[in-house]
Protein backbone atom coordinates (compact mmCIF):
# COMPACT_ATOMS: atom_id res chain seq x y z
CA UNK A 1 0.00 0.00 0.00
CA UNK A 2 1.62 3.19 -0.83
CA UNK A 3 0.82 5.58 1.53
CA UNK A 4 2.29 8.87 -0.50
CA UNK A 5 1.20 9.05 -4.54
CA UNK A 6 2.87 11.65 -5.99
CA UNK A 7 1.44 12.85 -9.73
CA UNK A 8 3.00 13.22 -11.95
CA UNK A 9 5.45 11.04 -13.08
CA UNK A 10 7.24 13.33 -15.04
CA UNK A 11 6.94 16.99 -16.66
CA UNK A 12 8.67 19.14 -19.02
CA UNK A 13 7.97 22.75 -18.77
CA UNK A 14 9.78 25.78 -20.65
CA UNK A 15 12.16 28.55 -18.52
CA UNK A 16 9.77 30.49 -16.89
CA UNK A 17 6.44 28.56 -16.31
CA UNK A 18 5.41 27.19 -12.91
CA UNK A 19 5.55 23.58 -12.85
CA UNK A 20 3.20 21.99 -9.94
CA UNK A 21 3.88 18.72 -8.42
CA UNK A 22 0.73 17.02 -6.39
CA UNK A 23 1.29 14.49 -3.41
CA UNK A 24 -1.88 12.49 -1.74
CA UNK A 25 -1.28 10.95 1.30
CA UNK A 26 -3.65 8.26 3.44
CA UNK A 27 -2.86 8.32 7.04
CA UNK A 28 -4.12 11.24 9.07
CA UNK A 29 -1.94 11.13 11.87
CA UNK A 30 1.30 12.44 9.20
CA UNK A 31 1.87 15.89 10.89
CA UNK A 32 5.23 16.98 8.94
CA UNK A 33 5.93 16.63 5.33
CA UNK A 34 8.65 18.01 3.33
CA UNK A 35 10.26 18.09 -0.03
CA UNK A 36 13.33 16.97 -1.42
CA UNK A 37 15.16 17.92 -4.85
CA UNK A 38 18.04 15.51 -6.13
CA UNK A 39 20.36 16.52 -8.81
CA UNK A 40 21.96 13.27 -11.33
CA UNK A 41 24.91 12.17 -9.39
CA UNK A 42 23.90 13.36 -5.87
CA UNK A 43 21.79 12.23 -3.09
CA UNK A 44 18.33 14.18 -2.61
CA UNK A 45 18.60 17.05 -0.79
CA UNK A 46 16.31 18.72 1.52
CA UNK A 47 14.45 21.65 -0.16
CA UNK A 48 11.15 22.67 1.56
CA UNK A 49 9.27 21.78 4.93
CA UNK A 50 5.48 22.21 6.15
CA UNK A 51 3.69 21.05 8.90
CA UNK A 52 -0.20 21.41 9.18
CA UNK A 53 -0.86 24.29 11.13
CA UNK A 54 -0.19 26.18 7.97
CA UNK A 55 -1.59 26.12 4.43
CA UNK A 56 0.94 27.84 2.74
CA UNK A 57 5.04 28.21 3.15
CA UNK A 58 7.43 30.13 0.51
CA UNK A 59 10.51 30.03 0.40
CA UNK A 60 12.48 31.79 -2.40
CA UNK A 61 10.73 30.28 -6.06
CA UNK A 62 9.19 27.22 -4.34
CA UNK A 63 5.60 27.18 -2.31
CA UNK A 64 4.14 24.36 -0.87
CA UNK A 65 0.56 24.54 -0.87
CA UNK A 66 -1.41 22.16 2.13
CA UNK A 67 -4.83 20.91 2.16
CA UNK A 68 -5.30 18.63 5.12
CA UNK A 69 -8.88 18.27 4.55
CA UNK A 70 -8.26 16.59 1.10
CA UNK A 71 -5.28 15.19 2.69
CA UNK A 72 -3.23 16.87 -0.35
CA UNK A 73 0.18 18.60 -0.50
CA UNK A 74 1.96 20.19 -3.79
CA UNK A 75 5.02 21.77 -4.50
CA UNK A 76 5.02 25.43 -7.43
CA UNK A 77 8.34 26.42 -8.77
CA UNK A 78 7.90 30.14 -9.78
CA UNK A 79 9.66 31.15 -13.12
CA UNK A 80 11.43 27.81 -13.24
CA UNK A 81 14.69 27.75 -14.60
CA UNK A 82 17.09 25.20 -16.56
CA UNK A 83 18.86 24.79 -13.12
CA UNK A 84 15.76 23.83 -11.47
CA UNK A 85 16.04 20.15 -13.55
CA UNK A 86 16.21 17.06 -10.88
CA UNK A 87 14.17 14.78 -9.83
CA UNK A 88 11.49 16.11 -7.08
CA UNK A 89 9.76 13.82 -3.80
CA UNK A 90 7.49 14.28 -1.66
CA UNK A 91 7.23 12.62 1.90
CA UNK A 92 5.25 12.18 5.21
CA UNK A 93 6.16 11.72 8.40
CA UNK A 94 4.62 11.25 11.61
CA UNK A 95 5.15 12.76 15.31
CA UNK A 96 6.96 16.13 14.09
CA UNK A 97 9.08 13.95 12.07
CA UNK A 98 10.60 12.35 14.21
CA UNK A 99 9.51 9.09 12.84
CA UNK A 100 10.74 7.80 9.51
CA UNK A 101 9.99 9.67 6.01
CA UNK A 102 7.76 7.73 3.70
CA UNK A 103 8.61 8.99 0.38
CA UNK A 104 6.54 9.47 -2.76
CA UNK A 105 8.29 7.76 -5.94
CA UNK A 106 9.19 10.91 -7.48
CA UNK A 107 8.90 13.17 -10.36
CA UNK A 108 11.46 14.05 -12.93
CA UNK A 109 11.08 17.82 -13.69
CA UNK A 110 12.72 19.20 -17.01
CA UNK A 111 12.75 23.02 -17.71
CA UNK A 112 14.26 23.46 -21.42
CA UNK A 113 16.13 26.94 -21.88
CA UNK B 1 29.03 21.54 6.30
CA UNK B 2 27.22 19.01 7.92
CA UNK B 3 28.31 15.50 5.63
CA UNK B 4 26.86 11.92 4.91
CA UNK B 5 29.56 10.16 3.03
CA UNK B 6 29.32 7.00 2.04
CA UNK B 7 33.06 4.92 1.26
CA UNK B 8 32.15 4.31 -2.89
CA UNK B 9 30.59 6.03 -5.20
CA UNK B 10 30.49 2.83 -7.59
CA UNK B 11 31.09 -0.50 -7.19
CA UNK B 12 31.32 -3.91 -9.50
CA UNK B 13 30.94 -7.48 -7.46
CA UNK B 14 30.34 -10.74 -8.15
CA UNK B 15 27.18 -12.98 -7.54
CA UNK B 16 27.36 -14.71 -4.78
CA UNK B 17 29.87 -12.34 -3.02
CA UNK B 18 29.31 -10.74 0.63
CA UNK B 19 29.55 -6.78 -0.08
CA UNK B 20 29.61 -3.90 2.61
CA UNK B 21 28.23 -0.30 1.91
CA UNK B 22 30.12 1.95 4.61
CA UNK B 23 28.03 5.23 5.78
CA UNK B 24 29.68 7.83 8.11
CA UNK B 25 28.44 10.92 9.13
CA UNK B 26 29.73 13.99 11.15
CA UNK B 27 27.16 15.34 12.49
CA UNK B 28 26.42 13.35 15.76
CA UNK B 29 22.76 12.01 14.43
CA UNK B 30 20.94 9.49 16.18
CA UNK B 31 19.07 7.86 12.89
CA UNK B 32 20.38 6.73 10.00
CA UNK B 33 18.79 5.15 7.09
CA UNK B 34 20.01 2.97 3.85
CA UNK B 35 17.56 3.27 0.64
CA UNK B 36 18.00 1.78 -2.64
CA UNK B 37 16.52 3.93 -5.80
CA UNK B 38 15.66 1.88 -8.49
CA UNK B 39 13.89 3.99 -11.42
CA UNK B 40 10.15 4.07 -10.84
CA UNK B 41 10.34 2.89 -7.87
CA UNK B 42 11.54 5.89 -6.14
CA UNK B 43 13.39 5.44 -2.46
CA UNK B 44 12.62 2.53 -0.74
CA UNK B 45 13.83 1.53 2.68
CA UNK B 46 15.84 -1.05 3.31
CA UNK B 47 16.97 -0.69 7.26
CA UNK B 48 17.25 2.07 9.94
CA UNK B 49 18.20 3.08 13.38
CA UNK B 50 17.94 5.37 16.16
CA UNK B 51 20.65 4.19 18.34
CA UNK B 52 23.88 2.26 18.42
CA UNK B 53 23.46 -1.44 17.96
CA UNK B 54 19.75 -0.78 17.59
CA UNK B 55 18.31 -1.88 14.07
CA UNK B 56 15.27 -1.92 12.30
CA UNK B 57 13.76 -3.66 9.19
CA UNK B 58 12.45 -1.29 6.34
CA UNK B 59 9.98 -1.97 3.53
CA UNK B 60 12.45 -4.22 2.05
CA UNK B 61 15.23 -5.90 4.02
CA UNK B 62 15.41 -9.05 2.47
CA UNK B 63 18.81 -10.23 1.70
CA UNK B 64 20.35 -7.30 3.49
CA UNK B 65 21.60 -6.95 7.20
CA UNK B 66 23.46 -3.94 8.45
CA UNK B 67 25.79 -3.00 11.42
CA UNK B 68 26.04 0.10 13.61
CA UNK B 69 28.47 -0.48 16.03
CA UNK B 70 29.37 3.23 16.41
CA UNK B 71 26.85 6.39 16.39
CA UNK B 72 28.40 7.91 13.42
CA UNK B 73 28.81 4.40 11.14
CA UNK B 74 25.88 2.26 9.64
CA UNK B 75 27.09 -0.13 7.63
CA UNK B 76 25.07 -1.84 4.90
CA UNK B 77 25.58 -6.00 4.49
CA UNK B 78 24.78 -7.99 1.04
CA UNK B 79 25.24 -11.10 2.49
CA UNK B 80 25.74 -12.90 -0.95
CA UNK B 81 25.35 -10.13 -3.99
CA UNK B 82 22.68 -10.85 -6.24
CA UNK B 83 21.85 -9.34 -9.62
CA UNK B 84 18.76 -8.02 -8.56
CA UNK B 85 20.48 -5.55 -6.07
CA UNK B 86 22.07 -4.10 -8.80
CA UNK B 87 20.91 -0.31 -7.38
CA UNK B 88 21.95 3.03 -6.29
CA UNK B 89 22.46 2.45 -2.47
CA UNK B 90 21.44 6.21 -0.66
CA UNK B 91 22.39 6.18 2.97
CA UNK B 92 20.79 8.96 5.17
CA UNK B 93 20.84 10.64 8.68
CA UNK B 94 18.92 12.88 10.46
CA UNK B 95 18.14 14.12 14.19
CA UNK B 96 14.93 13.62 16.28
CA UNK B 97 12.47 15.45 14.15
CA UNK B 98 14.39 16.80 11.70
CA UNK B 99 14.76 16.56 8.11
CA UNK B 100 17.29 13.87 6.52
CA UNK B 101 20.62 14.49 5.07
CA UNK B 102 21.54 12.12 2.21
CA UNK B 103 24.93 10.90 0.70
CA UNK B 104 25.85 10.91 -2.85
CA UNK B 105 24.86 7.47 -2.98
CA UNK B 106 26.34 3.91 -4.23
CA UNK B 107 26.57 2.57 -7.63
CA UNK B 108 26.34 -1.01 -6.70
CA UNK B 109 26.37 -3.62 -10.17
CA UNK B 110 26.49 -7.11 -9.40
CA UNK B 111 27.48 -9.65 -12.13
Known amino acids: QQQVKQSPQSLIVQKGGIPIINCAYE??????FPWYQQFPGKGPALLIAIRPDVSEKKEGRFTISFNKSAKQFSLHIMDSQPGDSATYFCAASKHGGSEKLVFGKGMKLTVNP | DVKVTQSSRYLVKRTGEKVFLECVQD?????MFWYRQDPGLGLRLIYFSYDVKMKEKGDIPEGYSVSREKKERFSLILESASTNQTSMYLC??????????FGSGTRLTVV
Open chain 2, 27 to 31: MDHEN
Open chain 2, 92 to 101: ASSYLGGGYT
Open chain 1, 27 to 32: NTAFDY
